[in-house]
């Protein structure tokens, strides 16, 4: 056997520390940052500082984070374009502009060439970094599938990662990109995503399981609804009507039995929160088509008018008959009661109270 085919059948070398680049220089408003700071399970604390058993050690690079600034701050991924500053994962955060249409100028842009001055295009970072990532994350809509600054009429033609590296994108360690969709990202979704990809860096877990939208299969395989304390509610025809009710919110604008996300059953910082949870309904924005499918927001979605009118064929119907069970069930029964006679149907085992010989 060769050597080349040596060590391609090989395992894969496990990494015991690596960096986090992570930019938010896309077209971005940090919210994602912002959201993962109140992660819980673990915190970003956690993963930074060693506390997670298994896990390589980690160096953050994150502007919002940082303590670095200007060029200090960038000497990190000036390192990693060289090849000098060893595994790292690169996580991208924000709308991927078309640079190709930007006229004169550029749309967003991290640090400056040393040679020429000129403002290094966030494109240029990811066409420089993603190749040689051993892992590549996009957290938040805007840095998956494009979200708000994607929508239609935008000047920017931006995009979200994949549609700019293409979907059949692999990084160094043979990974496609792993998007963890949300406006912003539900923080704990990300952490966990995150320790998900550290523990394969390590050699501690298989191939983390992704979509077909590259999102995690365990994340985002149920629906909002399924998840949704109202959902009961809608399977009864009872709908709220404003947005102080806590029954379905579906007649008044939530998605939720068609969007892909956890969150009534996650909540948002530690178990507390998420939208329907609340009472905020649900825009779909952990979707590939939020906002434009979407829109407009607060109106009743489509399909809700025809499945609503289904519902209240039945849903009435069932409603009453649970209520005559729930009556009846908050009645205690008829033999509890002080009387003079035992009449709980209490036979004894033996005559007269005792076992025979």
Known sequence: MSATSAEQDSPPR??????????????????????????????????VLGTVPGLPKVHLHNKVLAYETGEDFMTAFR??????????????????PNERINGDGYWTAMGNDPETGEPITVNEWIDRLAPKAWAVVAIGTCATY?????????????????????WDFRSAGGLPIVNVP?????PDNFMETLLWVLHQAAGLAPTIPLDDQLRPTWLFGKTVHEGCDR????????FAADYNSPKCQVKIGCW???????????GWMDGIGGCPNVGG??????????????MPFMDEPPGATLSSTL??????????????TNHTANKEPKWRRKEPALTSGYEPRWPNGRAQS
């Not at 938010?24 to 940052?33: I, Q």
Request: glycine fraction near 12%; aromatic fraction near 8%; charged fraction near 20%.
């Open 281 to 294: 309904i649900c825009i779909g924005c952990t979707m590939p088509g939020f906002p434009d499918k979407f």
């Open 79 to 96: 390192k990693a374009e060289r090849d000098e500053l060893g595994p790292f994962v690169f996580v991208v955060e924000g709308s991927i």
């Open 182 to 186: 949300g406006c912003p990202v539900q």
């Open 146 to 166: 494009g979200g708000i600054h994607a929508m239609a009429g935008n000047p920017t033609g931006s995009m979200g990662l994949a549609d700019y590296l293409g």
């Open 14 to 47: 496990a990494i015991d520390e690596l960096h986090i680049l992570w930019t938010s220089e896309g077209m971005s408003c940090d919210g994602d940052t912002v959201s993962v700071t109140n992660a819980k399970l673990p915190s970003l604390e956690d993963v």
């Open 311 to 324: 519902l209240r064929a039945y849903g009435p119907f069932i409603r009453t008959m649970r209520g005559i």
């Open 256 to 266: 939720g039995p068609v969007v892909n996300c956890n969150v009534t059953k996650r």
């Open 231 to 238: 959902a009961a509610y809608y399977e009864q025809a009872d």
